[in-house]
């Protein structure tokens, strides 16, 4: 699957993940209405709602961008419909064409992180059949534990051609409490950084690993190291637009050959109407002002890209 991400990157000439971290009061009014009409203001009513808002947004964009993240949180929170929601918009995202990354940001050891590669990248099996659970490309991982809790997500990599985007220097900004924190003089994440590229190292693709990183766009220093520490693993940059990052700040994330890093906008894009820039598509064209919104995010990477050359 890393192989299908790079070529749908450069087909595309997007590095681009738009994150489908969906809030209710992100929802036009509109939509609510006729959901809750449909199914009362219910966890049902309010997936519907999540549902419907997804999409209006794939359909605009899904020709614009290589991969979608949606954060499962954002749809945990409404229980079991919003989980529904969760699994029917990575099956709408895949018939899209678009690869899914599914923000999970699992962590945990023996069965229990196999349970959990299982049901998001694997099959489980059933008496003589097996099934795919959620069945995402690709899955974010805390690294916490060590290598007990992600070697059975990269086992499963492996058997499935997909892959995993390990936790190493995140965005928000007490990242450093921990992340940051000196080991035999070296900061904890260049640690993380060398345990992913041996994590990979058995693992490629054509030209990069299964396993690649999350390194914050807000930190673009700490990503100009790691960019060298892991050279063929892809990195997820998120941070980008609502949370500071701009396209200057990604250019050392990339490699020499232009790919390497993938970069998230979640709210700056699902989001857009809401903003004052594209303020003139009004509510009802919420889907449009997200196209807009790529649009615009692509111009600023690539302009970057193409003047740091």
């Keep these: 699957m890393i192989n299908q991400l790079v070529n749908n990157i450069k087909k595309l000439d997007a590095p681009i993940v738009v994150g489908l971290d969906p809030m209710l009061d992100y929802v036009p009014e509109y939509i609510k209405k006729a959901a809750f009409t449909e199914y009362g203001e219910t966890l049902e009513g309010a997936a519907e709602a999540i549902w419907q808002y997804n999409k209006g947004i794939v359909d605009a964009i899904y020709d614009l961008v290589p991969a979608v993240k949606p954060q499962v949180a954002m749809y945990e929170q409404f229980g079991i419909p ?77 058997e499935e051609k997909k892959g995993i985007f390990v936790l190493v220097k995140t965005s928000n900004p007490s990242s450093g409490e921990f992340q940051d924190q000196l080991v035999n003089g070296r900061p904890l994440y260049e640690l993380v950084g060398e345990k992913v590229a041996a994590w990979g190292a058995d693992c490629m693709g054509d030209s990069y690993s299964y396993v690649g990183a999350v390194v914050g766009a807000t930190y673009p220093e700490q990503g100009k190291v790691l960019r060298k520490v892991m050279p063929k693993a892809f990195i997820l940059v998120p941070g980008y637009g609502a949370q500071g990052g701009k396209g200057a700040d990604l250019v050392h994330f990339f490699n020499e050959d232009g790919l390497g890093a993938i970069v998230n906008s979640s709210r700056g894009i699902i989001a857009a109407y809401k903003q004052e820039k594209y303020a003139e598509f009004g509510t009802e064209n919420f889907a449009d002002a997200s196209r807009a919104a790529v649009k615009d995010m692509g111009e600023d990477i690539s302009g970057a890209l193409a003047a740091a050359k």
Excluded: W
């Excluded at 059949?129 to 959620?134: M, P, Q």
């Excluded at 690294?143 to 992600?150: A, E, I, K």
């Design 82 to 158: 919003g989980m529904v929601t969760f699994k029917k918009t990575v099956d709408y995202c895949k018939e899209k064409g678009l690869i899914v990354i599914g923000d999970i940001k699992r962590g945990d050891i023996g069965s229990t992180s196999e349970a959990y590669a299982v049901g998001h990248l694997g099959k489980v099996q059933v008496g003589s059949k097996s099934y795919y659970g959620f069945d995402e490309d690709f899955v974010t991982v805390n690294p916490y534990l060590g290598s007990d809790g992600v070697n059975p997500f990269v086992k499963i990599c492996r």
